[in-house]
């Protein structure tokens, strides 16, 4: 069964770097993922597309900050020089063959 | 740029269908690169795939609601539609819809454009 498994939350400082982590289940670790981050009280927006070789193609002015990462079934979102918008929830979404998934999400506190 | 704008009554009956609309705008709804899907939010909670349909009216739905529900195409008002029937208090939820990326052989890859979203409320 293809499933994506995130931690419930997770916080950094402002200014510092946080990596996020979406880890596809067993069998599916050469699956690509999208990242979508929600802010509160807003609906979701597309941040990039991951491949299972790191390779990421980002949205519609989604800033350099934002990059994405793969090791194996792991599939990383990086945020660099956390900014106090960058609090929000963050998705992460896969697909198969019949289906559509997306991860439980992470809530990411900024300090 | 691509809008997509979401419809439809926000109170909906308990055993009752829920109907709603996403119009496209920005772009052909009749492209060959997409799907188009609706995802929802129940409050406090995480996003759920409801199902995705191509512009030729072919369809997948997620097998956890595939009884209850129905998807349409009207190319002509560059519109989509979800019908959700027998619905209970726990299809309380936002509802978004999207874009997806196409593929040959499944409902879409990544949403790259999502709507802001209706409040749909099942109650009586």
């Known amino acids: 069964q293809l499933v994506l498994t995130q931690s419930p939350s997770a916080s950094a400082s402002l200014g510092a770097s946080v990596k996020l982590t979406c880890t596809l289940s067993?069998?599916?670790?050469?699956?690509?993922i999208a990242w979508h981050q929600q802010q509160p009280e807003k609906g979701p927006r597309y941040l990039m597309k991951?491949?299972?070789?790191?390779?990421?193609n980002k949205g519609d002015g989604i800033p350099d900050r934002f990059s994405g990462s793969s090791s194996g079934a792991d599939r990383y979102l990086t945020i660099s020089s956390l900014q106090s918008e960058d609090e929000a929830d963050y998705y992460c979404?896969?697909?198969?063959?019949?289906?559509?998934?997306f991860g439980g999400g992470t809530k990411l506190t900024v300090l | 740029q691509l809008h997509l704008q979401e419809s439809g009554p926000g109170l909906v009956k308990p055993s009752e269908t829920l109907s709603l609309t996403c119009t496209v705008s920005?772009?052909?709804?009749?492209?060959?690169?997409?799907?188009w899907g609706w995802i929802r939010q129940p409050p406090g909670k995480g996003l759920e795939w409801i199902g995705s349909?191509?512009?030729?009216?072919?369809?997948y739905y997620n097998p956890s609601l595939m009884s209850r529900v129905t998807m349409s195409v009207d190319t002509s008002k560059s519109q989509f539609s979800l019908k959700l029937s027998s619905v209970t208090a726990a299809d309380t939820a936002m509802y978004y819809c999207?874009?997806?990326?196409?593929?040959?052989?499944?409902?879409?890859?990544?949403?790259?454009?999502w709507g802001q979203g209706t409040v749909v409320t099942v109650s009586s």
């Open positions: 999207g874009r997806l990326s196409f593929r040959s052989n499944g409902p879409g890859g990544q949403c790259d454009y």
């Open positions: 920005g772009d052909s709804i009749t492209t060959s690169d997409y799907y």
């Open positions: 349909i191509y512009y030729s009216g072919n369809t």
């Open positions: 067993s069998g599916h670790s050469h699956y690509a």
């Open positions: 991951l491949n299972n070789d790191g390779s990421h």
């Open positions: 979404q896969t697909w198969g063959i019949d289906t559509q998934v």
